[in-house]
């Protein structure tokens, strides 16, 4: 898809209907998963060429930030579907030169969305390319910043969870849950982390680079977002560590409940075997005046069935005697 931003307005347009006389007003031309067609039909407007979806993937910092034609190339790294259970990244493609912009990108970041609105609303604000690309960029920041603030606001809750709520018998499905959140958390914080590293790359490369090759006044702003994005990336390594200290602390629980589960386990299994060990004297002097055998002299004694209930007494005291003797109860 198309879409031109000019100061008249916002529109889609299909490539059969660019024209020579599409071009000269509009600031910012965005591509949104475009067909090949309508990579070429830009490509022939603007003369220039556009890196490949595979291009735009590639790490390296010359496949990302280059100059050809007099136009400047710059790739960052843009979180998408932060607030899912599965946030991503997708590659972003700026291409700037003097009174345009075009951005390649082949899925939906929110700060798209969400600058096309701010245009609509007031395109007076944006009377130049390079405001555009600023107040685009701008957004980008800032949603990172939202994430990253979510990200905190959800390990402050796992804290309190973890750490001052009252504790409750171990539950292996309240642990998946809670290693589940923090795991996507600090996916969250890896992928603002990598955006963060490549934006910037492409503040520091467009800073440098566009007032020479264009003979074009820097916006003052530019410098404030900058320190906007090293304050943030300062801010994601700190959320980072928290993720990993949260982390670490959940695994020691798992571990120090399970080692309760085990020795009250083990309790268990000591109190049943003194028992039998106990019982087993007892049982063993009922089984022998259980027997039916015809002698038994025993069997004939005027006590021989109080002298058999004392033995039976004494051969399980005996025992428990011994076992509270060595501490092993």
């Not at 291009?55 to 843009?78: G, H, N, P």
């Not at 798209?112 to 405001?131: D, G, H, I, V, W």
């Not at 069997?299 to 004494?314: D, F």
């Amino acid at each position: 898809m198309i879409t031109l931003y000019s100061p008249k307005g916002v529109r889609n347009v299909r490539a059969s209907d660019l024209s020579a006389g599409t071009w000269p007003e509009v600031l910012w031309i965005d591509l949104f998963d475009p067909t090949p067609e309508e990579i070429k039909a830009i490509e022939d407007g603007e003369e220039l060429s556009l890196p490949t979806r595979n291009e735009a993937q590639e790490i390296e910092v010359s496949s990302r930030l280059y100059i050809d034609d007099q136009a400047l190339f710059m790739t960052a790294t843009v979180m998408v579907r932060a607030a899912n259970p599965n946030p991503i990244t997708t590659p972003v493609t700026f291409a700037y030169r003097r009174g345009r912009l075009v951005t390649l990108r082949f899925d939906e970041p929110t700060p798209f969305r969400s600058f096309a609105l701010r245009y609509e609303r007031n395109p007076e604000a944006f009377q130049t390319a390079q405001k555009v690309f600023l107040g685009l960029f701008d957004e980008i920041v800032d949603r990172i910043a939202d994430i990253l603030e979510y990200v905190a606001g959800d390990l402050n809750d796992l804290s309190t969870l973890i750490f001052i709520s009252e504790r409750r018998a171990p539950d292996a499905t309240d642990y998946r849950a809670l290693l589940k959140r923090i795991g996507q958390n600090a996916n969250r914080t890896a992928n603002a982390r990598e955006s963060l590293v490549s934006l910037r790359r492409v503040h520091g490369f467009f800073t440098e680079t566009c007032g020479g090759l264009n003979q074009e006044q820097v916006d003052e702003h530019w410098r404030i977002t900058g320190k906007d994005v090293i304050a943030l990336a300062d801010h994601a390594n700190f959320v980072s560590s928290k993720v990993t200290f949260i982390l670490d602390a959940t695994l020691g629980l798992i571990n120090s409940d399970q080692n309760t589960i085990n020795s009250e386990q083990n309790k268990i299994i000591k109190l049943f075997s003194v028992l039998a060990v106990v019982l087993l004297p007892p049982t063993l002097v009922a089984s022998i005046y259980g027997m039916n055998f015809e002698h038994m002299p025993e069997l004939h004694w005027p006590w021989g069935y109080p002298l058999a209930l004392l033995l039976m007494l004494v051969s399980g005291v005996v025992p428990y005697l011994i076992f509270k003797y060595r501490r092993w109860l």
